[in-house]
């Protein structure tokens, strides 16, 4: 159960980040650090994508 919580949270984190760069003009300014939020950002979308289905179908061998 808290697998599928925590990719949840990972979900609405990684929107509230986006949406601050994206008011802010975070993205304008391409540097590393810039490149590397990104990454964090899209993997704040793209990993529970992937676990959210995994835990849901096995969540009787996790105990859910």
């Known amino acids: 159960m808290w697998a599928l ?3 949840g ?4 984190l990684g929107c509230m980040d986006t949406l601050y760069n994206l008011e802010h003009g975070k993205y304008a300014s391409f540097d590393a650090g810039m490149i590397l939020e990104m990454l964090i950002n899209l993997s704040s979308f793209a990993f529970p994508v992937i676990l959210i289905p995994y835990f849901w179908r096995h969540r009787r061998w996790f105990g859910i």
Do not use: M
């Open 5 to 7: 919580v925590a990719s």
């Open 9 to 12: 949270a990972s979900v609405y």
